[in-house]
């Protein structure tokens, strides 16, 4: 239970972080609204087009009677609109992180070396081009494991009583799990930390990444809030990777040396 609230108070110390420094709240906000504009877009595309899709990909149903043809291409219709707002909320974080790579990489570093005891912040050494397909190929990775699980929860969301109980709270725990992943790997992506031993990581501290993750997830599931929420959540993934790493903060430092605390 100690780990589930410091996870969330990392969440609370991110936010705090980007409201001290307007800049780099300004600057992280940019990806996440053109992320945003894109998504909506598609959503809104998806709503006007997405039954003249389902009657174009069910010809077999043309000669049904009536209700029954409506009824059908409505339910499809309606989860067609559901799996793509689920696809959304999944993939907002990885697209948004790809966007805004450079804007986030930044941050995050300013983040290290703000509460690193000798002010500087780790570095990859590598270049951008490569530090961009690092990141596009491991988002890859996460979003495939993240559709299975959505596929799998979404076929158990159908079992009574189990799937209006038990669902709902694993899907928002994989949710938190795999945002906490995409969010803090910026930071440690830069310490050369590969996807297998990021998964590795968290895993070995999973109330912590749920406390972080969940309900940002939860949060996430209103579009603008997530953009605004965005740039704190980087700053408090980076001080959470820190945690995980067992690298001291400045903030630990004078703690340790205040003669009334230790």
Do not use: C
């Not at 992280?28 to 709503?47: E, M, Q």
């Not at 697209?95 to 500087?120: H, R």
């Amino acid at each position: 239970m100690r780990d589930l609230g410091a996870g969330f108070g990392y969440l609370l110390k991110g936010q705090r972080w980007v409201g001290r420094h307007g800049r780099q709240f300004g600057f992280g906000l940019l990806p996440g609204l053109i992320t945003l504009v894109l998504y909506a877009a598609a959503l809104v595309a998806l709503a006007i087009w997405g039954q003249d899709f389902v009657g174009w990909a069910t010809p077999f149903a043309d000669d049904w009677s009536s209700p029954w043809l409506g009824l059908f291409r409505g339910f499809l219709t309606a989860v067609l609109f559901a799996l793509g707002l689920l696809l959304a909320v999944l993939t907002f974080t990885a697209v948004t992180l790809l966007i805004g790579q450079p804007f986030y990489e930044n941050l995050s570093e300013k983040v290290d070396a703000d509460v690193s005891p000798d002010g500087t912040a780790p570095e990859s050494g590598l270049p951008f081009w490569r530090e961009l397909w690092i990141s596009a190929r491991d988002s890859l990775r996460i979003l495939v494991r993240a559709g299975l699980w959505g596929v799998l929860l979404f076929a158990l969301g159908f079992l009574p009583f189990v799937g209006q109980t038990a669902v709902p709270v694993v899907g928002f725990l994989v949710t938190g799990f795999f945002l906490t992943e995409e969010l803090a790997a910026v930071a440690l992506q830069r310490r050369g930390v590969d996807l297998r031993a990021r998964l590795a990581l968290l895993r070995s501290r999973k109330t912590l990444v749920w406390g972080f993750g969940t309900p940002l997830g939860l949060a996430f599931l209103v579009p603008f809030v997530a953009v605004f929420l965005m740039p704190g959540a980087v700053a408090g993934a980076t001080l959470l990777a820190r945690d995980l790493l067992g690298e001291e903060t400045a903030e630990e430092d004078e703690r340790v040396g205040d003669p009334v605390t230790s």
